[in-house]
């Protein structure tokens, strides 16, 4: 649009920015105030509400249209109290098409099958963060916040929760969504006059094509989508009420096991029970310090099982415990210098995050009791599980503008009987003409390793032993990409390093000693053809060196992306090393290709499938070599009714001798997990698994109570068995019991 633009006549150009501008992306939402007396939150906008409200529209379709006209209206009715916004969305169209169901918080399908209101608030209008709150038709809420980022990977923060109401219905004429948000839900800065950006999006299915609406057009050229957040919320004369939060729990379990496999029953220890306290307090629209004393970290949502047979380098799972909410995206880093669950059983740990005009910052301190440790190699890690150890994280990012932050960081652990591990780091975004961005990470590290037996080696690296016999060393990391990117156009290359005396004690970095040089050139199009609605194709290069300017590899990587009817994506992958050295072998030639489709064909279904072939290296074989690897995976989730979903998933991986002479390994993991949700607070879930590769299944049901993201009430168990019986196979038993858990959790906010 702009390269157009640009070649047209001065006095027409202004003339076009001014009108565009002003008539399309600067909404202005003045709302009026009104008294809690006014607002009735059950998912009918009432007359009354109505008439305490300013009404304004989703107008626009961003996707596949351009800033089109929308094919549906959608109304949206706003007011605020002292104390809360609220939001009423009325979303037109034939209730027939409706994708949804009643699910947990944070739990839905996302964009790809749902019908979703979006809210999107920018309170320092610097494109710092911006906070997403939303509603399926059936009430069903998510929150995230975005970032200005480069990759998708970095763009979106699942754990950021807020405290809000939503209440839905479905009419003859679509569905109506009402949203009442707390001020203390969102951080903002300080004073009783506010002026925030804001933007709504409307997201649902028509002719089996995904629809996105938009409050405001957008430029396509501008990879920055939060950046172009230009609609003004004017609220005056709020009130803040900094509040005092307890969070209590008290937990408890008892635990069997089956000492002999001859054994006819299970042998229970003792109950174990836990209580804990967590405290919170507001000492600012923005700013908060937490502390808590033996608080639960326990996961009860179980971690998929990753099939790690043949991997030579430890496996990343996702945080998902509650109390690395608030703030935490500031510890994301490109090169993982943090990971939360390196903080693994703490009885203490405390938190403070604050934001200001232009800056943001987070203190997070923790006293772990069992404190796990990682070592990365040049071609494979080692893993370790510690003793006691302290730990802290800072990290302070300035905001110039909302193009351009940079920020400095640093972690430590000390560890109970000597050692400790040291992280510096500066880091940095800077926006240029809109398409062009540079973003940077440069950190050291200071370590003395303690004198323990967590890792038992004797591998060496650079010139230090893997034991951990108390060897200081010290360390880098550098990371710079430049990044290109408009509407069908995305090129990036990026410079990467890591040396083989780099640690992160409270870090990912399961490799070192690596030099990367990587570009990327890729083609993006939406066509909204009847058979073909997006095509994308791109190529990325890649080579890699150690630091003694060994050739490590040398790869390419191609990727075609096609998504046609029925919501279907389509998308193969072409990986091949040309030159891959492990352990100084040259192995030449391993490629292996990967299709993946997925969709929502249905409003009740959706699927993926994902299929491997191609040549892999057997690393874990005392003599590594090229197999022919064999791999698919498949995942259903189908929904029975509003209440009801089942999600079965099974998961292949084969390795064969080249000869066919033999597998390597050859096995799968099968899962099925089904729930009944009854209502959006209270759901009751069985998970089940089997994995072949250990002869091992386990059942977990679980009860679950979780009125808002601090509130929650857990009572469930874990059951496992294994396969030891291989004399004789009449002795097959799955079902035969090992091992066996019963726990159960309440956990209750308490508001001051």
């Known amino acids: 649009m702009f390269n157009f633009i640009n070649r047209m006549p001065k006095i027409l150009l202004f003339i076009l920015i001014f009108f565009n501008y002003f008539t399309y992306s600067q909404r202005t939402y003045e709302l009026k105030k009104t008294s809690e007396s006014e607002i009735y939150i059950d998912g009918i906008i009432s007359e009354k509400e109505k008439n305490s409200s300013i009404k304004t529209s989703i107008d626009y379709e961003w996707e596949p249209g351009y800033n089109t006209p929308a094919q549906y209206e959608t109304d949206v009715y706003m007011s605020y109290t002292e104390t809360h916004l609220y939001v009423g969305v009325f979303a037109y169209g034939d209730?027939?098409?409706?994708?949804?169901?009643?699910?947990?918080?944070?739990?839905?399908?996302?964009?790809?099958?749902?019908?979703?209101?979006?809210?999107?608030?920018?309170?320092?209008?610097?494109?710092?963060?911006?906070?997403?709150?939303?509603?399926?038709?059936?009430?069903?809420?998510?929150?995230?916040?975005?970032?200005?980022?480069?990759?998708?990977?970095?763009?979106?923060?699942?754990?950021?929760?807020a405290l809000y109401e939503t209440k839905s219905s479905i009419n003859e004429k679509g569905y109506i969504i009402e949203f009442l948000i707390p001020f203390t839900s969102i951080p903002y800065p300080r004073g009783n006059n506010q002026e925030w950006g804001f933007n709504m999006m409307r997201f649902y299915t028509l002719d089996g094509t995904r629809v996105a609406n938009i409050s405001d057009k957008y430029d396509r050229d501008n990879p920055c989508r939060i950046c172009q957040i230009t609609g003004k919320l004017i609220i005056k004369d709020i009130k803040f009420e900094g509040k005092t939060e307890l969070l209590p729990f008290i937990s408890g379990n008892i635990a069997g096991s089956r000492k002999k496999?001859?054994?006819?029953?299970?042998?229970?220890?003792?109950?174990?029970?836990?209580?804990?306290?967590?405290?919170?307090?507001?000492?600012?629209?923005?700013?908060?310090?937490?502390?808590?004393?033996?608080?639960?970290?326990?996961?009860?949502?179980?971690?998929?099982?990753?099939?790690?047979?043949?991997?030579?380098?430890?496996?990343?799972?996702?945080?998902?415990?509650?109390?690395?909410?608030?703030?935490?995206?500031?510890?994301?880093?490109?090169?993982?210098?943090?990971?939360?669950?390196?903080?693994?059983a703490p009885s203490i740990s405390s938190k403070l995050t604050s934001s200001g005009k232009s800056s943001r910052s987070i203190i997070l301190s923790a006293i772990d009791q069992s404190s796990p440790y990682l070592i990365g190699?040049?071609?494979?890690?080692?893993?370790?599980?510690?003793?006691?150890?302290?730990?802290?994280?800072?990290?302070?990012?300035?905001?110039?503008?909302?193009?351009?932050?940079?920020?400095?960081?640093?972690?430590?652990?000390?560890?109970?009987?000597?050692?400790?591990?040291?992280?510096?780091?500066?880091?940095?975004?800077?926006?240029?003409?809109?398409?062009?961005?540079?973003?940077?990470?440069?950190?050291?590290?200071?370590?003395?390793?303690?004198?323990?037996?967590w890792i038992d080696s004797d591998d060496m690296f650079s010139d230090k032993t893997v034991k951990l016999d108390g060897e200081k060393f010290n360390g880098s990391a550098n990371y710079i990409r430049i990044n290109r990117q408009t509407e069908n156009w995305n090129t990036y290359f990026f410079y990467r390093s890591i040396s083989a005396n780099f640690r992160a004690d409270l870090g990912f970095v399961p490799k070192n000693n690596r030099r990367w040089l990587t570009?990327?050139?890729?083609?993006?199009?939406?066509l909204n053809k009847k058979y073909l609605k997006r095509f994308s194709l791109s190529f990325k290069g890649d080579l890699t060196h150690n630091f003694n300017n060994e050739l490590k590899s040398r790869n390419l990587d191609i990727d075609l992306s096609i998504t046609t009817l029925a919501r279907t994506q389509i998308n193969y992958n072409y990986d091949i090393n040309f030159i891959r050295n492990y352990l100084g072998v040259n192995y030449r030639n391993v490629g292996k290709s990967e299709l993946t489709i997925f969709g929502g064909p249905t409003k009740n279904l959706t699927f993926v499938t994902q299929s491997t072939f191609g040549r892999e290296i057997a690393y874990n074989e005392d003599i590594p070599e090229i197999g022919k690897e064999n791999s698919f995976y498949v995942s259903?989730?189908?929904?029975?009714?509003?209440?009801?979903?089942?999600?079965?998933?099974?998961?292949?991986?084969?390795?064969?001798?080249?000869?066919?002479?033999?597998?390597?390994?050859?096995?799968?993991?099968?899962?099925?997990?089904s729930r009944y949700q009854f209502n959006n607070d209270l759901s009751l879930r069985l998970i089940s698994e089997y994995n072949g590769f250990n002869d091992t299944f386990y059942i977990q049901p679980l009860l679950q109570w979780n009125p808002n993201p601090s509130t929650i009430f857990y009572i469930g168990g874990n059951q496992s068995s294994i396969n030891e019986f291989d004399s004789d196979p009449e002795d097959f038993d799955p079902f035969r019991v090992n091992t066996s858990q019963f726990f159960i959790k309440f956990q209750y906010l308490i508001g001051i």
């Open 519 to 526: 570009f990327y050139h890729g083609y993006d199009k939406i």
């Open 377 to 453: 190699g040049e071609d494979k890690s080692y893993f370790g599980e510690g003793g006691k150890s302290y730990s802290n994280a800072f990290r302070h990012q300035k905001i110039i503008n909302d193009g351009a932050k940079y920020g400095f960081f640093s972690t430590n652990r000390f560890y109970e009987g000597g050692g400790y591990g040291n992280l510096f780091g500066i880091d940095g975004l800077f926006t240029i003409n809109k398409i062009w961005r540079i973003q940077f990470e440069l950190i050291k590290n200071y370590n003395e390793e303690p004198v323990a037996d």
């Open 636 to 673: 259903l989730n189908y929904k029975l009714g509003n209440n009801i979903s089942l999600s079965p998933s099974i998961r292949y991986s084969s390795l064969k001798k080249l000869d066919n002479s033999a597998f390597f390994y050859s096995s799968y993991i099968g899962r099925f997990s």
């Open 95 to 161: 209730p027939e098409n409706i994708r949804g169901q009643v699910r947990p918080r944070d739990q839905m399908e996302g964009d790809l099958n749902e019908d979703i209101i979006f809210l999107r608030f920018d309170p320092y209008k610097d494109a710092r963060s911006v906070f997403l709150l939303a509603s399926n038709a059936y009430g069903s809420q998510i929150d995230l916040r975005a970032r200005n980022a480069i990759s998708d990977e970095e763009r979106y923060d699942m754990t950021f929760n």
């Open 261 to 344: 496999l001859s054994d006819n029953s299970l042998s229970y220890g003792k109950a174990q029970n836990e209580i804990g306290l967590g405290f919170k307090y507001d000492i600012s629209p923005s700013s908060s310090v937490e502390l808590t004393i033996n608080p639960d970290f326990s996961q009860v949502e179980a971690d998929e099982t990753q099939i790690d047979i043949n991997s030579a380098y430890a496996l990343q799972y996702p945080e998902l415990r509650p109390y690395f909410n608030k703030g935490m995206d500031l510890l994301n880093f490109l090169d993982n210098a943090f990971y939360s669950r390196t903080i693994n």
